[in-house]
């Protein structure tokens, strides 16, 4: 099973992207897919969650700002970002709770950088 992330890049502040994730090889079924971020010096942080059934947990810091979507028929996680903020540049990663060999286990995105300038 493999997470690929995609949609990184430089992006002025008020500017907008669109990161998306993909889960392939032997997925059975995905509970939570979400995405993490982590800006260098500090610890990686949850950005937001969503259920199989589309239940949502955004971060204080991304609410209004980032919608984030799956398409449970493609095992595809997205994530819209607008209005970005110099703090939003960080390596985000994409994750999900993936059903494969008998067993439910965490999976991780090898991350894309956002970098927004100021």
């Known amino acids: 099973v493999q997470l690929q992330a995609s949609g990184g890049g430089l992006v002025q502040a008020g500017g907008s992207l669109t990161l998306s994730c993909a889960a392939s090889?032997?997925?059975?079924?995905?509970?939570?897919m979400g995405w993490y971020r982590q800006a260098p010096g500090n610890q990686r942080e949850l950005v937001v969650l969503?259920?199989?059934?589309?239940?949502?947990n955004y971060a204080d810091s991304v609410k209004g700002r980032f919608t984030i979507s799956r398409d449970n028929s493609k095992n595809m996680v997205y994530l819209r970002m607008v209005s970005l903020k110099p703090e939003d540049t960080a390596d985000y990663y994409c994750?999900?709770?993936?059903?494969?060999?008998?067993?439910?286990?965490?999976?991780w995105g090898q991350g894309t950088q956002v970098t927004v300038s100021s």
């Open positions: 090889g032997n997925v059975f079924n995905i509970k939570d």
């Open positions: 969503i259920t199989q059934g589309g239940s949502t």
């Open positions: 994750y999900a709770e993936i059903y494969t060999n008998l067993a439910w286990s965490d999976y």
